[in-house]
């Protein structure tokens, strides 16, 4: 099954449903979480429990996208810290993901056991390509793509503005080899 709870040692990452936004909505008020992102704080509970509602539904409108949406959960019953997602082409040929670890659960080690699992299971389930694109300047999530096997394939003028600037991005790459690798190698 593609979409389903997932479990590490310190996580439960859970399908996200509407009322997600009650746990969420608090840390992501945090402006420093939108200092390399073009989403901004929601409005209020009500907005983000709409927007999970629509997300949880698992499709794009036009039915070509597969919409995986995780809200990470400390398995220490510590609130909702963050959220994974990967929008799957519907031929399950690639997959962009994404992710967000709010402020006050950075620098733990959450964002790389969420996101290597999602990855985990994203590849078990047959998707053969993954991206993820990032500022430049955002070494957090850059050392975290590293770690977790992708590779940087380009560098591209960013359609985004923020602050006022228009940036760089990174576009990473992680492709089936992983799985081989991983496999030959012993590594997650």
């Known amino acids: 099954m593609l979409f389903r709870v997932l479990e590490t040692a310190r996580l439960r990452l859970e399908p996200i449903r509407g009322d997600h936004a009650d746990a969420m909505v608090e840390g992501l008020g945090d402006p420093a979480l939108y200092a390399f992102a073009l989403d901004e704080t929601p409005a209020g509970r009500d907005e983000l429990r709409e927007r999970y509602e629509r997300l949880a539904s698992g499709w794009s409108p036009d039915g070509d996208e597969r919409w995986l949406n995780w809200i990470v959960v400390p398995c220490a019953g510590a609130g909702a810290a963050g959220y994974v997602q990967a929008t799957v082409a519907r031929d399950r040929s690639t997959a962009v993901i994404g992710y967000l670890v709010l402020s006050a659960f950075q620098r733990r080690g959450i964002g790389g056991e969420a996101v290597g699992a999602m990855v985990d299971h994203l590849v078990a389930a047959g998707i053969g ?29 960013s359609d985004d503005v923020l602050a006022g600037v228009r940036g760089f991005d990174h576009e990473y790459v992680l492709g089936a080899h992983r799985l081989k690798r991983s496999e030959a190698d012993g590594s997650p």
Do not use: H, K
Request: charged share 35%.
């Open 129 to 157: 390509t993954l991206r993820a694109v990032v500022d430049v300047r955002n070494a957090a999530s850059i050392a975290l793509l590293d770690r977790l096997g992708f590779e940087r394939r380009r560098t591209m003028r």
